[in-house]
């Protein structure tokens, strides 16, 4: 399972005026291409980036296997998820748009912007059961365009060995974080690794620290937002955690996990079957610290959402509608969520899980709370989420104090 934090985003400053103008132009509703087959429909066509083999494979057995409660056959392509915006968007404009199409969710609101998505609600698809947040992911104006079976989000994930030969219990707020870390710190191992880079992964990993305390991304000069870089820049300096982090990515945060030199780390359930492979590791997961005792972490939504794009032919949109359907059913994402750590999008679903697979239980308690990252900001996020990475980089190399480095993200958030 891809990471939901990829930096997808990042392509549409350049590509989004452009697309939208051209697919205004063509008439999105007046495609051609793939759909444009009459009579019968037998097949439908689907795209994901999920190019791993096995994990290509295991996604088209499963949306064959909808397919045929429906009586197509489903013509499955995966491409690399640095090249799925721009293909989608060269289809968008040569009206060659696939039947099913997976996005990272924080892609889809600047797809369905230029209209090449259809609305679910057109095709009767069941959305309830839903959180209020993972529905907001697949959301555009108000109306419903995408659905995810399952989705992910971040958590602690502690040695519990190192733990206890500290004395040092699981940190729940940031003054026992601040206080565990430093007591966990010693030769050749830091008390807490975290993912910090100058890229959408770092503010994905911010995201929890400033949410949980209140703080926005409509206003990241708030203080509330300083307290929260506060904390990670207290980190470092203190020596609890390694100035490395602002070049690690999540893949690196876990290695250092693994190899013993972090006695916790900031991460998603999609590292725990590497894990579960190392000789004498024994770790627990926990909920995210708050800031003080009785709050709630308010944690990112990861995950991919399925959509019906607009094609000439309404069959074959009726036909992905209901294969989309299928896929989010409530077996089907509890058989998805086994299969790759995740957590299924119905609370209901979720809840059954966390008591089948205890190790995703801490998953399943903050999604209930989780946020969409372009819930407050649409189409505008990427550009706050590039002022705040561009923040945690200044503050973390001391180029700037907290204060400093946010006021210059707001500046790079709201600029036109």
Same mark, same amino acid.
């Given at each position: 399972?891809?990471?939901?934090?990829?930096?997808?985003?990042?392509?549409?400053?350049?590509?989004?005026?452009?697309?939208?103008?051209?697919?205004?132009?063509?008439?999105c509703?007046?495609?051609?291409?793939?759909?444009? =087959?009459?009579?019968?429909?037998?097949?439908?066509?689907? @795209?994901?980036?999920?190019?791993?083999?096995?994990?290509?494979?295991?996604?088209?057995?499963?949306?064959?296997?909808?397919?045929?409660t429906?009586?197509?056959?489903?013509?499955?392509t995966? $491409?690399? *998820?640095?090249?799925?915006?721009?293909? $989608? #968007?060269?289809?968008?404009?040569?009206?060659? @748009?696939?039947? @099913?199409l997976?996005?990272?969710?924080?892609?889809?609101?600047?797809?369905?912007?230029?209209?090449?998505?259809?609305?679910?609600?057109?095709y009767?698809?069941?959305?309830?059961?839903?959180?209020?947040?993972?529905?907001?992911?697949?959301?555009?104006?108000?109306?419903?365009?995408? #659905?995810?079976?399952?989705?992910?989000?971040?958590?602690?994930?502690?040695?519990?060995?190192? #733990? =206890?030969?500290? *004395?040092v219990?699981?940190?729940?707020?940031?003054?026992?974080?601040?206080?565990?870390?430093?007591?966990?710190?010693?030769?050749?191992?830091?008390?807490?690794?975290?993912?910090?880079?100058?890229?959408?992964? *770092?503010?994905?990993?911010?995201?929890?620290?400033?949410?949980?305390?209140?703080?926005?991304?409509?206003? #990241?000069?708030?203080?509330?937002?300083?307290?929260?870089?506060?904390?990670?820049?207290?980190? $470092?300096k203190?020596?609890?955690?390694?100035?490395?982090?602002?070049?690690?990515?999540?893949?690196?945060?876990h290695?250092?996990?693994?190899a013993?030199?972090?006695?916790?780390?900031?991460?998603?359930?999609?590292?725990?079957?590497?894990?579960?492979?190392?000789e004498?590791?024994?770790? *627990?997961?926990?909920? @995210?610290?708050?800031?003080?005792?009785?709050?709630?972490?308010?944690?990112?939504?990861?995950g991919e959402?399925?959509? $019906?794009?607009?094609?000439?032919?309404?069959?074959?949109?009726?036909?992905?509608?209901?294969?989309?359907a299928?896929?989010?059913?409530?077996?089907?994402?509890?058989?998805?969520?086994?299969?790759?750590?995740?957590?299924?999008?119905?609370?209901?679903?979720?809840?059954r899980? =966390?008591?089948q697979?205890?190790?995703?239980?801490?998953?399943?308690?903050?999604?209930?709370?989780?946020?969409?990252?372009?819930?407050?900001?649409?189409?505008?996020?990427?550009?706050?989420a590039?002022?705040?990475?561009?923040a945690?980089?200044?503050?973390?190399?001391?180029?700037?104090?907290?204060?400093?480095?946010?006021?210059? =993200?707001?500046?790079?958030?709201?600029?036109?």
């Amino acid at each position: 399972m891809i990471s939901s934090a990829r930096p997808a985003a990042r392509r549409f400053a350049a590509l989004l005026g452009t697309a939208v103008l051209t697919l205004a132009a063509a008439g999105c509703g007046a495609t051609t291409g793939a759909g444009s =087959a009459t009579g019968e429909v037998t097949s439908i066509t689907a @795209l994901d980036y999920y190019t791993d083999a096995t994990e290509h494979a295991q996604w088209g057995e499963r949306l064959n296997a909808c397919g045929r409660t429906v009586d197509v056959k489903v013509e499955h392509t995966s $491409v690399p *998820g640095t090249s799925l915006i721009p293909k $989608v #968007l060269q289809q968008a404009s040569s009206r060659t @748009l696939p039947d @099913l199409l997976m996005l990272d969710n924080p892609d889809l609101q600047q797809i369905a912007r230029t209209g090449a998505l259809t609305p679910l609600d057109r095709y009767g698809v069941d959305a309830g059961g839903f959180t209020e947040g993972i529905l907001s992911a697949g959301t555009y104006q108000g109306k419903v365009y995408g #659905l995810a079976p399952t989705v992910s989000t971040v958590a602690l994930f502690y040695n519990k060995d190192m #733990l =206890a030969e500290a *004395g040092v219990a699981v940190p729940r707020t940031w003054d026992e974080l601040r206080t565990a870390a430093q007591k966990l710190t010693r030769p050749g191992r830091y008390g807490m690794a975290l993912d910090a880079n100058a890229g959408f992964e *770092g503010t994905w990993q911010f995201m929890p620290f400033l949410w949980s305390n209140g703080g926005d991304e409509t206003r #990241l000069d708030s203080p509330q937002a300083a307290q929260a870089l506060r904390l990670w820049v207290d980190l $470092v300096k203190s020596g609890s955690m390694s100035r490395s982090v602002l070049n690690w990515d999540q893949s690196d945060v876990h290695d250092q996990f693994v190899a013993g030199k972090a006695a916790m780390m900031v991460n998603g359930p999609w590292r725990i079957h590497a894990m579960e492979q190392a000789e004498n590791l024994h770790w *627990g997961v926990a909920p @995210l610290p708050v800031p003080r005792a009785g709050l709630t972490p308010v944690t990112p939504l990861g995950g991919e959402v399925w959509t $019906v794009p607009q094609t000439a032919s309404k069959e074959r949109q009726e036909k992905a509608a209901r294969v989309l359907a299928c896929l989010n059913t409530p077996d089907n994402m509890l058989t998805l969520a086994k299969q790759y750590l995740t957590v299924p999008s119905r609370s209901a679903v979720a809840a059954r899980y =966390a008591e089948q697979v205890p190790s995703m239980a801490a998953f399943v308690r903050s999604v209930e709370n989780a946020r969409s990252r372009t819930a407050r900001l649409g189409v505008k996020w990427p550009a706050a989420a590039t002022g705040i990475y561009t923040a945690i980089q200044s503050a973390l190399t001391g180029e700037q104090t907290p204060e400093e480095a946010l006021k210059r =993200a707001q500046q790079i958030a709201t600029r036109s």
